[in-house]
C-alpha cells in the first residue's frame, strides 16, 4: 500500500492505517529520539507521543515534503519538548546526581543501548553518546540525523528549517566539539598527551 494511500485512510479515521504508520515508522521515531535524548524510557514516551500528534494533525500534512521528514521534525520537536521540560523540573535533582556525597563529579555513562552498537564496542559508544549529548542542541540533532539516522544534509536541512551550507557549519563544529571531547576523554583513559 502506498504512503498516500495510508494518509488518505488515516485523515478518515481508518485505525488500520494508522496501525500501519506505526508499524512502518516507529524503529525511526524511536531511534531518533534515542539518539538525542538518550535515554530508552524517555524515547519510548516521546515515540507514543510522536503517533499521537501524527494522528491528531495528519489534515495539517500538506505533502510538499517527505512524510518521512514530517515525521523527523515532530520527533526532533517533541524530543527537544521533553527535554526542556526534563531539565526545567529536575535541575536541583541533576545538580545532585552529577556531584557525589563528598562533591566529586560523578561520571555515569548514558543509560541507553542504542540499537545500531555492536556489543564489543558498548564502552568506546557510551563515551561517544555521552559527548554528543555534551554538544549544543543545534549541533546534537544534526549530528544525530546525519551520522546516526543516514540522512543527507539536503535531508537534515528540511527537518531543522535551514539551508545546506548551515547544515555543513553544524556539522564540522559538532565533529570539532567531539574531537575535543574524545581526547579528554582518551588522555585521561590512557594517561598520555598522545591521541
Known sequence: MSEWILIEQLRQGNETAFKTIVETWQDMVYNTALGIIQNAEDAEDISQEVFVQVYESINTFKGEAKFST???????????????RKKRKKRFAFIQSIFGINDEIVHDPPDFHHPGIVLDKKETAAELFKAIDQLPENQKIAFTLNKLEGLNYQ????????????IESLLHRAKNNLKKLLEIYYREKYNTDKF
Do not use: F, G
Not at 514530517?70 to 526542556?84: A, G, N, P, S
Not at 535531508?155 to 548551515?166: H, L
Open 70 to 84: 514530517w515525521l523527523y521534525k515532530i520527533t526532533v520537536t517533541k524530543t527537544m519538548d521533553h527535554i526542556r
Open 155 to 166: 535531508e537534515v536541512s528540511e527537518i531543522m528549517n535551514t539551508t545546506v551550507p548551515s
